[in-house]
């Protein structure tokens, strides 16, 4: 099925059966008043109050299409209003009103002649771990250590990570990928610890799932997932792929993955997957808003782009800038929703 026509089925169905609840949360970090379930919505609530306990005044639950009468007369209550909006509902929301911010960014890095040329002092800290504990690599094709590696391994440490927000791959999309491309095994001795499972769709070698072995986190410390991502690159040189595409990526300049992948070139795009958008918004640049967005900027789509909004007055400006990012914007205190400053920069101050 056509991808955009798959898209607006899915809108429509899921716009003619689901209510949407509005949720006030509070606490002594500020407010947020937040439309969307709380399995879906929780990123940036959760960003935003972090480890502080936070309130929960439920508001009602409303049709898409009345979300942007309701949000007007609430959003006064809150520092910061965000609406989880798929394709179609957006465009019920005025563009100059809200921040478009995609629900997740993709993330793609070109393979490097040899992971010697990696510049990122990060990244050379995880090749001497790596050659520290001796890790070596290899694909394997054999459905059964896939049917091992998904029970014992991926299953297990997805639900670990990721808790109530997990999301595993059904079995069946999972031996297509394998099928499409191979499991790659991160070995100490001769014996797994970390694997991944990839797809070959030239010129990209796709990223599909990552696990350690047993869900033994404990496997981290002996640079089991370091090995997972320096090796997808030896492998992708291998097969004559030049781009790893590390998938999605939430839309926040400080989140860890963000940095994981950007530290390897990874470059942000438009995941073209997406259904969902997060619509943000302030009226005026509180201190519980100055904060947050210090903390987390933002990516969001601008025009046919994607820019990023911060507040940073403490972090050095090059740490902030992304390749594949048209351009940064600050935010001043005090400041009208809309009403910051462009700040340019040069995107080869990527971290030495």
């Not at 209510?19 to 500020?30: E, I």
């Not at 990696?118 to 995880?126: I, L, M, Y």
């Not at 069946?172 to 694997?195: C, H, K, Q, S």
Request: net charge positive; charged share 25%.
């Amino acid at each position: 099925m056509n991808p955009t026509l798959k898209t607006s089925l899915h809108c429509a169905v899921d716009n003619t059966l689901r209510r949407v609840p509005l949720v006030l949360y509070s606490g002594t970090a500020g407010s947020m008043l937040v439309a969307g379930e709380d399995r879906w919505s929780r990123y940036l609530p959760d960003r935003f109050f972090g480890d502080v306990p936070r309130e929960s005044r439920h508001l009602g639950s409303y049709w898409t299409w009345q979300l942007p009468r309701v949000l007007r007369r609430w959003r006064d209550t809150a520092d910061i209003t965000v609406a989880r909006a798929d394709r179609v509902t957006a465009r019920l929301f005025p563009a100059d009103k809200y921040l478009r911010v995609p629900e997740w960014i993709r993330m793609v890095a070109p393979v490097p002649a040899s992971n010697r040329d990696f510049t990122a002092s990060s990244v050379r800290s995880d090749m001497r771990v790596v050659k520290r504990n001796g890790l070596t690599w290899r694909v394997s094709h054999d459905a059964d250590e896939l049917a091992t590696y998904l029970d014992r391994d991926y299953y297990p440490y997805t639900r670990l990570r990721h808790g109530e927000d997990s999301f595993v791959q059904p079995p069946r999309w999972m031996r297509n990928t394998f099928r499409n491309g191979g499991l790659l095994w991160v070995e100490r001795e001769g014996e797994p610890i970390a694997g991944l499972v990839f797809e070959q769709e030239p010129p990209f070698l796709r990223l599909s799932t990552v696990a350690c072995v047993g869900a033994d986190e404990g496997l981290l410390r002996h640079g089991a997932l370091v090995g997972v991502y320096l090796f997808s690159f030896e492998c992708a040189r291998s097969l004559g792929l030049t781009v790893v595409d590390m998938r999605g990526c939430r839309p926040c300049l400080h989140d860890t993955l963000f940095f994981v992948k950007r530290k390897y070139g990874a470059v942000v795009e438009d995941k073209p997957d997406n259904v969902y958008d997060l619509l943000v918004r302030w009226n005026t640049a509180t201190p519980a808003v100055m904060r947050f967005l210090a903390e987390s900027p933002l990516i969001f789509r601008d025009g046919n782009g994607l820019s990023a909004v911060h507040a940073d007055r403490v972090t050095p400006r090059q740490r902030l800038l992304a390749a594949g990012l048209r351009r940064l914007v600050t935010l001043r205190p005090d400041a009208a929703f809309g009403a910051w400053e462009e700040d340019r920069g040069d995107e080869s101050t990527a971290e030495r």
